[in-house]
């Protein structure tokens, strides 16, 4: 009932930026905590950038100082702003959503992933 459409992806040289978004549509109450995540070839999915309603990010130590998560909560979209790339980066990037239907049934959906790969 809830989909996460994510876009933005691409081919960027090592040292260039990116800018990720991601819109949720459908029967949404409320959106609780986004966040994206990423997976590369044979490693396990990991979480990027999260945010709560209230704005508060967090980011590991692989992308902090570089990667920048914001929210619109008015369209229901989120944002990874990301600077300085390295080849590392290169991976799936996937949005996360979680929070309420109007029928108040909590959600937990997820994008279809967008491909960002890094050049070295």
């Known amino acids: 009932q809830v989909q996460l459409v994510e876009s933005g992806g691409g081919l960027v040289q090592a040292g260039g930026s990116l800018r990720l978004s991601c819109a949720a549509s459908?029967?949404?109450?409320?959106?609780?905590?986004m966040g994206w995540y990423r997976q590369a070839p044979g490693k396990q999915r990991e979480l990027v950038a999260g945010i709560t309603s209230d704005a508060t990010a967090n980011y590991p130590d692989s992308v902090k100082g570089r990667f920048t998560v914001s929210r619109d909560n008015a369209k229901n979209t989120v944002y990874l702003q990301m600077n300085s790339l390295k080849p590392e980066d290169t991976a799936v990037y996937y949005c996360?959503?979680?929070?309420?239907?109007?029928?108040?049934?909590?959600?937990?959906?997820w994008g279809q992933g967008t491909q960002v790969t890094v050049s070295s």
């Open positions: 996360n959503g979680q929070g309420q239907t109007r029928s108040l049934r909590r959600f937990d959906s």
């Open positions: 459908g029967s949404i109450y409320r959106i609780n905590a």
